[in-house]
Structures are given as C-alpha cells and as structure tokens.
C-alpha cells in the first residue's frame, strides 16, 4: 500500500469519526415527566415536551439549556415565627408545587425555588402571627388553605402551580413546650373531675329520688297497717261493750292489749325487761286489775294460758306487773 492511499483512508476515519460525534451532539433524549428547552444563539427558540429521542434542528446552531421535571416537586423551610401570646417558635413547613410554564420558570427568574419559599413564608407568618401558640396545632389545615388562596396568583408569574403547603408540629422552645403540656394535662384533669363529679351527682340524685320513694311506700304500707289495726281494735272494743264491759275499761283492755303484742314482738329478739302498763289520765295513775283483764281476755276466745302475777312492790312506787 502506498503513502497516498495510507493519507486517504486516515482522511476517511477522522471524517467518520468528527461525522459521529457531530451526529451525536444533534441528537438528545428527554426523559418522562420532563421538557427540554432548546435555544438558539442563546435565545429560548422552542420546549421539547415530548419524551423519547430527539435531534437538534437546525444544527449545530442550537443548544439544549436545560431539562425541567415536570413532576410533582417540593422543598421545606424551617420557618421563624413569632405567635399572638409572644412565643417565638419555629415552624416546619414543605411546599409542594409543579412547574407549569418550564420556559418562564427558568428565564425569568434568577433563582425561582428560593422566590416561591420567600413568598409562601411570608404569608405564612402573616396568618401564624395572629394565632395563638395552640391554635397552631389546631389550624394547620386551615392556614395552609388560606396560604395557597392568597399565593397562588403570584406564583403563576414563576410558572408554578402551588398543590399544597404542609404545616407540621410547631417547635416552641423546651421551657414553653413543658409548661404548655403541663396546662394541657391540669386541662385534663380538671375536664375529667368535673365528670366524675357530673356522675356522683347524677347516683346521689338517682338514690335519693330511690329513697324518697321508697320512704313513700312505706309511709303508705305502714299507715294502711295501722288503719286495719284501729279498725279491729274498734271491732274489739265494741265486742267489750256487747259482754257489758265500760267503755272506760274496754279503751283500758285495748291498750294493754296492744302493750302486751308489743312486748311479745320485741321478746321474740332476745331479752327484755317488763315494767308495770300504767296509764296517767288527768294526774292520776290508773292501772286495769289483772284479774279483770286475764277475765275479759278469757271471754274474748284467747288462746293459751293466760298466767298473772304480782312481783313485790317497790317502796314509794307503782305496782310491777308480769304477764
């Protein structure tokens, strides 16, 4: 092979070689959720939106300047805030936003992400200085709303769709936090007395009403008994009075009568000690004779006998009586 056909063939690599590389830099790719922005002597000429393969045309005059997602993007500041009650706290915060004009937010703006969280602060500060330390806990939600409302014209001037602010926990420093918890938890308590106290009235209440009308009952149970007694014991009396008995000394039996039931009823529970029936009417002390008693209760059908006795008398004082 001679020289001249040696410097031929070297001729054709390079040529192959810079027809490649040319050939690659006109050719360039946009991925997924992305738009590439072509310019032309520096001048944004067109956006590439589709994604795939795509060449440079014409070239080599233009360039790709940059290769914007379009996804759904977000930051986070730690944002300085000062509440209504004059706590100083810090409040985290996450913008989430889509580029929605790739070409503005790229040439129109010298820095456009540290713009969106300059603004989106501020209006947060503007709604948090108004708030009370709790209420931040309370209104997350609510200021993010009213952020995005009041932002959202705004950033359409940096191409930016605002999606969402997301507002976490408010950070207060360790002093105020402790006393913060400590109101919440005598919060607590004092919510939580006030019910059981709520509940004791509601049982005292439930019982005593209970007890009221049981009382009731037992008022009427008792006065019912006590008229079919009365009753008998007229009955009885005017039994006396057939056998020829005083009403005096009927009214007499009577009394002893139901003395003696007493006394039987409470003897039924242990022990007792008897003491002379006696009866003061007009400042004389009256006593029925056993005898005439143990008589008429004989007459009356008592069942049972009927022993009476007569204990020795105590000096200066009545008669004792046994039944």
Known sequence: MDLGSIFTMAAYGVGAVA?????????FTVPQKHEALITT????????????????????????????????????????TKTKDDLFVTLPISIQF????????????ADPVDQIKTIVSAAVRKYTSGKMFQELYNERDEISDEVIKEVSTQMKDYGVLLR???????????????????????????????????????????????????????GEGAAGYRAKIFEQY????????????????AVQ????????DTQ???????NMILYANTNT?????????????????????????????????????????SV
């Open 19 to 27: 027809a490649a590389g040319l050939l690659k830099s006109a050719i």
């Open 253 to 260: 039996i009577m009394l002893s009568t139901m003395t003696l």
């Open 234 to 249: 007229g009955e009885q009396v005017k039994s006396l009075e057939a056998l020829g008995v005083s009403r005096h000394e």
């Open 98 to 109: 889509e580029v929605a004009d790739t070409g503005h937010f790229h040439f129109n703006n």
């Open 164 to 218: 969402r602010i997301v507002i976490d926990e408010p950070k207060a420093p360790g002093a105020v936090q402790e006393a913060f918890n400590k109101v919440r938890a005598s919060e607590r308590l004092v919510e939580a007395a006030t019910n059981e106290a709520k509940a004791n009235k509601v049982s005292i209440v439930a019982e005593a009403e209970a007890n009221r009308d049981r009382d009731l009952l037992r």
């Open 281 to 321: 009417t007009g400042g004389a002390q009256e006593q029925i004779n056993p005898a005439t008693l143990l008589a008429h209760l004989k007459a009356l059908g008592a069942v049972g006998e009927v022993r009476v006795s007569e204990p020795a008398r105590t000096p200066g004082g009545p008669a004792p009586a």
């Open 41 to 80: 002597f520096g001048k944004h000429t067109r956006t590439e939106q589709d994604a795939g393969l795509h060449v440079k045309w014409p070239w080599p005059i233009n360039a790709i300047e940059d290769v914007i997602p379009t996804t759904l993007q977000m930051v986070k500041e730690e944002l300085e």
């Open 264 to 270: 039987r009823e409470v003897g039924s529970h242990g």
